[in-house]
């Protein structure tokens, strides 16, 4: 085997990390291993070595590694980013503060803002103005960013981001900026601009997505630096690319200048597989539900595409780019896959509060200690034993025996802290355990569909994830959906998708011009100084323009609005773009206006340079043993034994449910009054029927 080559996607997540390998010749091979999370690219090193070892190959074969990392979120979220400082005109220190005038809970008088990612007294000014068409009103004091640098220098900064007001029209005043504190500070202190990051009108949302990226900037960068060393260490020197959060991937070096675009790496990773590899994307309408052992995700695609968005907050207590929910986190604006996030996965752990309430999550056990019946020294009960107690998952071992499982303690410990305590059967206690957690995990379906005008009934919902197959029947049943697609892999569907997207990255380039004032020669002008900016940085990374793509869009809005809108833009023809413009306003607010001025924001240009992807043939699974096991589907009665079986005892032919699939990656449930059958890709096709 050693004169194979190999690519390798590797999807991090809270309790697993997710390994697989493409073989040259089209051979995809999965694994999954424990996540390490005080090192995380120390599982991902002895991972490598392993399959360096079990392949008898040399390092060397090893030609390419396409990861995604929740590094870059976690660090939002635990609030344990760089110490950061912020350069800003003079007047607009408080800019973080003030936010805007949104709060994702009503009549709550006690609310309480999250509270700014750099500190006030780490919020510096300099004299300095622009005008909104980049002409220079006060010229940059030279002086008040030497002073603003010895301040950081004192207060130990670690990170510095710079948003100048309409930087975004000029970027001279930051750049000269950026230099003198660099010049101040060493190359050891991390600094970006907004006029690179994000240049884009709005200093509110500006200076967020900088100071976000600041804030995580030094985090991965040193998780960049320690990946590279310890695959060094083992002899891979292959190139290493990263998944961002808009479906592309991108250079390593390029992700740690872009920290923000990588917030929701691993979850894009998982909508684009779908898009790519499930049958079922000529289907009008998809939901990807993706559950593993932190969170549930969910994202619409749409006839193959997924529905992307540039607004984003993280930090929430669910995360959506959702324009009914803002105010609970940070914003960033950059391009993200239109993901749905909420804290629902298998290592949710179970608890009663005063009033007796039972809550599942969106506290989590994580890789470690993880669930009770992991035996890692999980001490309260989770989704994973609830599941385990109903019959749903196997209670030896998973990951195809390699991961033993202690059964009883896990069903002690839902017995002891919440059936007990409430006087219910433990049957009774599991299975309303799981009824509330799919009841949560509803909402992130309804957030990428119901709550964007979309009938989840008429979609087919794609599940996937460790956990996803476990309960997908039931989520789908609580939406009314009436068919799920279960895919090959689906235990590692992320890290398979980062083996599938193609090298992408926008560009933005705002217009300086008046309504009316922009003619096709001047958009032709625009979108052509847009491509040069693209080629040549994308040049600068090494990649292969040949085979490049190019595709244009516009932000417009109505004169007066305050937001646009952006419709593709297939032809650079200023009457067809407000044509679309017009019929994408009336499909999105219910209206159109023919007597208003139509003003351009910004240009955009998408480049994607698509990776030629191998013919897909996956090794046979290791034989598993597997036997008939009591399940539990009702919410009460006695457990029956039902037969627990592998993907390849399902054909083309529809078998009736009650059964259990059970593969090396994930546990697929086919309840009462379901069927499943393989389509000719070998995905699992789950029909359930009308209620």
Known sequence: MAQHSYRIGIDIGGTFTDVVVARDDGLIETRKVPSTPD?????????????????????????????????????????????????????????????RLRIPVLYDLQYDKPKPLAARRLRLEVNERLGPDGAVRVPLAREDVVAAARRFREEGVEAVAISFLHAYANPQHEIEAEDILRAELGEGVYICRGSEILPEIREYERTSTVVVNAYIGPVVRNYASALTARLASIGVTCQ??????????????????????????GPAAGVIACARLVSGGDEPSIISFDMGGTTAKAALIEHGEPARTTEYEVGAGINLSSKLVKGGGYPIKMPFIDVSEIGAGGGSIVAI???????????????????????????????????????????????????????????????DQVARPLGLDLQQTARGVLTLAVTTMTRAVKAVSTYRGRDPRQATLVAFGGNGPVVAAEVANAL??????????????????????????????????????????????????LGADARRILALEGYDLAQAEFRYAADLRYVGQAYELTVPARRLDIAELNELFHREHERTYGHRSQKDAVHLVNARLTARLPLVAPRQQFAAEAPMRRADRAVSFGASGPAASIAVIGRADLDATARRGPFVIEEYDCTCVVGPGQSARLDEAGNIDIALEAA
């Open 240 to 265: 290493v690319e990263m998944m961002h959060s808009g479906g592309g991937i991108m250079r390593l070096g390029s992700a740690v200048k872009r920290a923000a675009s990588l917030v929701e790496s």
């Open 353 to 415: 509060d005063k009033m007796n309430q039972v809550s599942v999550g969106p506290q989590s056990a994580g890789a470690y200690p993880g669930p009770v019946c992991y035996g890692l020294g999980g001490q309260q009960a989770t989704l994973t034993d609830a599941f385990l107690t109903l019959g749903y998952i196997n209670d030896i071992a998973l990951a195809g025996g390699s991961f033993p499982l202690k059964a009883d303690a896990g069903r002690a410990a839902l017995n």
């Open 39 to 99: 090192d995380y690219s120390r599982g991902i090193a002895q991972a490598l070595k392993a399959l360096v070892e079990d392949y008898q190959t040399t390092p060397d074969r090893i030609t390419g590694i396409v990861h995604a990392t929740t590094v870059a979120t976690n660090a939002i979220l635990e609030y344990k980013g760089a110490r950061t400082g912020l350069l800003t005109t003079a007047g607009f220190r408080d800019v973080l503060e003030m936010r």
């Open 480 to 529: 009314g959906i009436r068919r799920v697609i279960v895919p090959r892999a689906a235990g590692v569907f992320s890290a398979l998708g980062l083996l599938r997207s193609d090298v992408e990255q926008e560009f933005v380039r705002p217009s300086r011009r008046r309504a009316g004032e922009l003619d096709n020669a001047g958009l032709e002008q625009l979108f052509a100084e």
